[in-house]
């Protein structure tokens, strides 16, 4: 059974500060996703890092891929309100049976404070 | 054009009744999933249909789990003999392709509460 351990479960923070959320796994995924979902809908996709060690940036949000392909870490510059929502991080595999099914980790309740 | 669609959003049951959750997938898609989120955790898989055929269900929790597609489009997913451990939101994704790698675009889910 692969399991994705997502870190801190819960995080507050004011406006402007910076964070970090990581993903860690002691299997391999062939590509990690990163998703972020508001109250009453469901998950969307905001990246998917695909090769080991990948950087990919996405305005304030930049997402890297750890080399072996086991973790990953998500961080936020210069935090928003509007940032405000659950995060999530889920590894997908190859072949097999699992034909792109999601691996989720627990995901982070981010709040950011004006 | 329209996104991933789910009905009904909100379901109550009573203890031992059945229900039929439904998902409307992007039209083309070739990929369908189900999954279960539990309040303030991340989804867990349920199943997963290639079209009409259901290639993956070891994530059904029992045997009163059940789904299906048979047309290849719209699916059902059916709850039998309702317990309150069943109460959860279930979303629905789909993707175009059966890659990893492929943007699974979800629903906005089905959040059922067995009373």
């Known amino acids: 059974t692969q399991l994705l351990e997502q870190s801190p479960q819960f995080l507050s923070i004011q406006e402007g500060e910076n964070l970090t959320v990581y993903c860690n796994s002691s299997?391999?995924?062939?590509?990690l996703q990163w998703y972020r979902q508001e109250p009453g809908e469901g998950p969307v996709l905001l990246v998917t890092?695909?090769?080991?060690?990948e950087v990919k940036k996405l305005k304030r949000l930049t997402f890297q891929f750890g080399d072996a392909r086991k973790d990953s870490s998500l961080h936020i510059t210069a935090a928003q309100p509007g940032d405000t929502g659950l995060y999530l991080c889920?590894?997908?595999?190859?072949?097999?049976?699992?034909?792109?099914?999601?691996?989720f980790g627990q995901g982070t309740i981010l709040t950011v404070h004006p | 054009g329209a996104g991933v669609s789910q009905s009904p959003r909100y379901k109550v049951a009573k203890r031992g009744q059945d229900v039929a959750l439904r998902c409307d997938p992007i039209?083309?898609?070739?990929?369908l999933f189900w999954y279960q989120q539990a309040l303030g955790q991340g989804p867990e898989f349920l199943t997963y249909?290639?079209?009409?055929?259901?290639?993956?269900k070891s994530g059904l929790p029992s045997d009163r789990f059940f789904a299906e597609r048979p047309e290849g489009s719209v699916s059902t997913l059916k709850i039998q003999r309702t317990q309150q451990e069943d109460s959860a939101v279930y979303l629905c994704?789909?993707?175009?392709?059966?890659?990893?790698?492929?943007?699974?675009?979800f629903g906005p889910g089905t959040r059922l509460t067995v009373l």
């Open positions: 994704a789909s993707s175009l392709w059966d890659r990893s790698y492929n943007e699974q675009f």
């Open positions: 299997s391999v995924f062939s590509s």
């Open positions: 890092v695909v090769t080991g060690g």
């Open positions: 889920a590894g997908a595999n190859a072949g097999g049976t699992s034909y792109g099914k999601l691996t």
């Open positions: 039209s083309g898609h070739v990929s």
């Open positions: 249909f290639q079209n009409e055929a259901q290639l993956d």
